[in-house]
């Protein structure tokens, strides 16, 4: 039983590129969410995603950032035009009911 | 504003002691979870307790939820090295029965000595 994945585990890009993380759910679950961490912190909730909508972006920020969760394939997260302060952690979770389970993240580098 | 807080921030204990980190969080729950992430990986999840539950264990953890003062707590009995990490509380406030988001609180980092 495959976890949740993601990749890549660590991206580096340099200011103004774009970062596309990509996650895939564990089997069966149809639910995604994406987190960011930043370095001695919790993690803060961006977006809640179905197969082809969007449920919940109350964390994303309003420009450069968006998600997707296609009917076939993974849910990408995609970050526009990198800063230095989106260097971060960035965790996607997958659920079927309320346990939520985490891949192991894709840590981002911005130069 | 953080919907949890962890306290304390930090705890330091010598392996076979028992370790308690506590959760307050703001607004009604409809459950609150642990998870635990060691140094530079993911979260790994613990145990989830419902808002209508007490008390929930799970081999050497406890965890107890007390909704009229919104608190939580985790306790670790007889701690190992290897639970050396650092440990978040996470609420699910709603509205849905699932598929909501979570709250975390920015953690305890627990140092087990051997």
């Known amino acids: 039983n495959a976890g949740v994945m993601q990749n890549p585990r660590h991206l580096v890009r340099r200011r103004g590129q774009e970062a596309r993380l990509r996650c895939s759910p564990m089997?069966?679950?149809?639910?995604v969410y994406w987190y960011r961490q930043l370095p001695e912190e919790g993690l803060k909730f961006m977006v809640y995603l179905q197969k082809e909508n969007i449920i919940d972006e109350s964390g994303m920020p309003k420009e450069r950032f968006s998600a997707e969760f296609p009917k076939e394939g993974p849910s990408i997260l995609r970050i526009q035009q990198v800063v230095r302060g989106d260097s971060a952690a960035y965790f996607c979770a997958s659920s079927r009911a309320d346990t939520q389970y985490f891949g192991p993240g894709t840590r981002l580098t911005v130069l | 504003s953080q919907q949890g807080e962890e306290d304390p921030q930090a705890l330091s204990i010598q392996e076979g002691e028992n370790a308690t980190m506590n959760c307050s969080y703001k607004t009604s729950i409809n459950n609150l979870q642990w998870y635990r992430q060691n140094s530079g990986r993911g979260l790994v999840h613990l145990i989830l307790?419902?808002?209508?539950?007490r008390e929930k264990h799970s081999g050497r953890l406890r965890v107890t939820l007390d909704t009229s003062k919104k608190s939580s707590s985790l306790l670790i009995t007889a701690s190992r090295a290897a639970d050396t990490a650092s440990y978040f509380c996470?609420?699910?406030?709603?509205?849905?029965?699932?598929?909501?988001?979570?709250?975390f609180g920015g953690g305890t980092r627990v140092l087990v000595k051997p």
């Open positions: 307790i419902r808002s209508n539950e």
């Open positions: 089997k069966g679950h149809s639910h």
């Open positions: 996470a609420t699910d406030a709603g509205p849905l029965a699932a598929g909501n988001k979570l709250t």
